[in-house]
């Protein structure tokens, strides 16, 4: 297509708005990655820009296989080449995959001699894409570096991923940060309760403990982390074994030191909520020193004392 200037814009706004996290992925296949069909459609395109129109066709085609579910909501596949003009010599061609599922009704007003018409049509939002996928130019050999989104995930959550893309993310240090911290995370709330007496309050301080250690460093250390975090040698045998069965479950190699990803921290932490609930009448948000709460229990039942400096 031939777009003017304003209409280019527009466009570019709306397909790359929605790529805001840092997480990456790449495409794979279970025999050889030529048999992954968009990843083989767009190495053809990168090697030579001429059969751009073949192959996107041949996406859409397998796009529509993929999407056969009932429940998938039918739309617009726009596939756009970016290719990047600076004369950086990192500079890196993109290919984007888009798909519109949703439509919005609006009101299209128009003067008539001294009063107006109003009609009612439908159209896409701009305010962010439904489904996307930007594929970049390096990486060959492993798959390429793919950021991946989906925002409307009615109907068969999956497919976009994995039925259409067939793409897993990648073991970078946002993957390592990411899989650290729910390790951790799991094993605090699930596992250490099972072998060890500890309170909610407990349990608490070492979530607070372990995202503040992730936000304090630039470097995972499991050493460092075992010592500062966890402190007794118990309980860093418990959760070091309980790291090897987690990655064994779930297929996963969560390496013993990485440069920590700021992104995924922030992205993750909203995770580690230092809540305890008491019945249905109070909730304790806990967000540091754990010295400042006690535990007792008297005549009128269980309680929590709370020391503070003043009122904020």
Known sequence: ?????GMAELLEDYFLGSFKSEETFHFYSDTYLVNNPVYSAVSEIFDDKSKFLWESENIAK??????????????????????????????????????????????????????????????????KIDKAALIYNNNKDTGYVLSVVDNNKN?????????????????????HTQEALMVYKDY?????????????????????????FFKEKEEFKLDEFANEVLGDEHVIESFV???????????????????????????????????????????????????????????????YRLYFEKEV
């Open 62 to 127: 397998h796009l529509f296989e993929a999407a056969e579910n009932p429940r998938v909501q039918s739309g617009e596949l726009f596939i756009v080449l970016f290719e990047d003009e600076s004369d950086r010599p990192d500079k890196v061609d993109k290919i984007g995959i888009f798909k519109t599922e949703k439509r919005e009704s609006f009101l299209k007003i128009n003067p008539a001699e001294e009063t107006f018409d109003i009609e009612k049509d439908q159209g896409i939002g701009l305010s």
């Open 188 to 212: 605090i709330t699930k596992q250490l309760p099972q072998e060890f007496e500890v309170s909610k309050a407990d349990q608490a301080d070492f979530l607070n403990k372990s995202i503040n």
């Open 1 to 5: 297509m031939k777009l003017e200037e």
């Open 155 to 175: 109907g068969d959550m999956y497919y976009w991923f994995e039925d259409f893309l067939k793409v897993k993310q990648r073991d970078d240090e946002y993957f």
């Open 241 to 303: 074994n309980f790291k090897t069965d987690y990655e064994q479950d779930m297929q996963v190699n969560i390496a013993e030191e990485f440069p920590i990803s700021e992104a995924a921290v922030k992205k993750t932490q909203r995770h580690f909520k230092s809540i305890i609930k008491l019945d249905k009448n109070f909730h304790i948000y806990i967000h540091g020193d754990r010295q400042k709460i006690e535990m007792g229990e008297d005549d009128k039942g269980k309680y």
